[in-house]
């Protein structure tokens, strides 16, 4: 602990640039295998660092790896920046307008979390280097996350496989140790096959791929009374088949993301999933054909590097926010409901204060009890890795998540502030470990005892792979 104020110094001096970088980010929103650009600047800070840079991480264009150090202990910082779809939202304002409709927003600020956890790898290669330490740092700037999987098929192609520890933030309302809860899921699309026909001259020669969509979700919406209270299943039709009404439609598909709180659970619940849909094919007469397109495992915790991290997160106290950042914040609260202000503070089992725009307060050690979680690629690589990740206070409490409110305050002084803390905290915790051989071996430790011999599935199957976008043929956006 008593590096922390030199790594910290660190930190403050790199700043800039890194705030920078995220900035730029946010500006140029790519959404999933498409973030070209994004990888492009990350990269290209990386180099004027002097990290030894490798390119296509497991084949993907859009990952980037930066090492830097020798020997020792090798400590990965996990980094995203990719963006969702139809977000767009002006900078700073605290009302809905897009800058371009239809268009990308990071409205899950991972403009900030690849930016922060650079920044925080960076930090360790400086402190490493001034102070003659054994270690290697590695910042992972993965895509993809927002469905894509990326770390999924990086962990398949074993780029993971040599690190010691794992760590990374995600911005958020509140500061804390993240509870290492999340679901493990499968998205996979199923196409259904059957006979067009005219509906009203010869509707008995015909064999709908459309009612076997239908029938499918009737079926699935009797099995959500049958599952694990925790486990979560959701469908978006993605092809009707045609919007002729007196067409009976030869081919439809539906998607399907199905969650569970853990492997096991996952896999038995998707094999239900797909018994159903093979039941809609045989009433409807048609065929199917099931198609996985990517998956999560969940989150594995450890309980030593939990305890690291929030005793550097105690130690520096929350992010401190003046009375601007505390106004402009308000602005956007009162763009939400009270149900979205009392959820942020539910989420971590905290009482609601009164008149709290931003978090002033570090969140006790596993507060919350995990019922308000989604999925995360990181939970693929705390299978292989120990590994521990915090949150960090960049917007307004109460702000929904994916949401135009969050792609709105991404650029603001409060959304730096808080990246700025977070790398503190990463960078921290890092230079910890490096220092503290003991604490890696307990980690790995406690990460076998919690495997307990349960060998890693992989929700991504071998066969199935990244939907890697071609690289533009245009010098802004190439690597």
């Known amino acids: 602990m008593q590096n922390s104020q030199s790594i910290w110094t660190i930190v403050d001096e790199k700043s800039p640039a890194f705030l920078e970088l995220s900035d730029r980010v946010w500006e140029t929103p790519e959404i999933n295998y498409e973030e070209f650009r994004s990888s492009r600047e990350h990269r ?16 993907i264009p859009t990952a980037v790896m930066g090492e830097a150090g020798e020997g020792g202990p090798v400590i990965a910082i996990l980094g995203e920046y990719d963006a969702l779809p139809g977000l767009s939202q002006e900078a700073g304002v605290a009302e809905k307008r897009p800058l371009v409709n239809g268009g990308h927003g990071h409205g899950c600020g991972h403009n900030l979390l690849g930016a922060g956890s650079m920044l925080a790898a960076a930090a360790v290669k400086d402190y490493l280097a001034a102070n003659g330490l054994k270690g290697r740092v590695r910042y992972y700037g993965c895509p993809a996350e927002e469905g894509g999987s ?4 990086m962990v398949r192609a ?17 500061s804390g140790v993240n509870n290492p809860i999340s679901l493990a899921c499968s998205e996979m699309n199923f196409h259904f096959s059957g006979r067009a026909s005219h509906a009203a001259a010869t509707p008995h020669l015909g064999r709908s791929a459309l009612d076997a969509v239908e029938l499918m979700n009737v079926g699935i919406n009797f099995l959500r009374e049958h599952m694990p209270t925790s486990a979560r299943i959701h469908y978006a039709i993605t092809d009707t088949g045609g919007s002729a009404p007196n067409v009976v439609q030869a081919n439809a598909t539906v998607r399907y993301l199905v969650r ?20 809609a094919a045989w009433m409807t007469e048609t065929t199917m054909r099931q198609e996985i397109i990517s998956g999560d495992a969940n989150l594995i ?20 926010f003046d009375e601007t950042d505390k106004a402009t914040a308000r602005t956007f609260q009162a763009t939400f409901t009270p149900d979205d202000i009392a959820s942020s503070y539910a989420r971590f089992d905290l009482k609601p204060g009164k008149d709290k725009p931003l978090c002033d307060l570090i969140v006790p050690l596993y507060a919350g009890d995990g019922s308000m979680v989604g999925s995360t690629d990181v939970g693929s690589v705390s299978w292989l890795v120990p590994t521990v990740q915090m949150r960090g206070a960049t917007y ?12 709105a305050q991404g650029k603001l002084p409060a959304a730096h502030k808080g990246m700025a803390h977070a790398a503190k905290i990463m ?9 503290n051989p003991a604490l890696i071996e307990a980690a790995k430790a406690d990460h076998k005892d919690r495997l307990d011999g349960n060998p890693f599935v992989n929700p991504i199957p071998d066969e199935v792979m990244p939907p890697i976008r071609p690289v533009p043929d245009t010098p802004d956006a190439a690597q």
């Open 44 to 59: 290209r800070l990386l180099e004027a660092e002097g990290f030894r840079i490798e390119l296509n991480v497991a084949g």
């Open 158 to 174: 074993g780029v993971f496989n040599d690190v010691d520890i794992a760590i990374s933030w995600h911005p958020a309302a509140f």
């Open 301 to 320: 915790g450890n309980e030593p590097l939990e305890k690291c991290m929030h005793a550097q997160l105690e130690r520096l106290g929350p992010v401190v």
């Open 260 to 279: 569970a709180r853990t492997l096991p659970e996952l896999l038995s619940l998707v094999a239900r999933v797909k018994r159903v849909a093979e039941g």
């Open 150 to 153: 990326s770390k999924g098929f």
């Open 427 to 435: 960078a921290g915790t890092a230079i910890e470990l490096i220092c």
């Open 396 to 407: 307004a409490i109460g702000t929904p998540g994916h949401s135009w409110q969050l792609v």
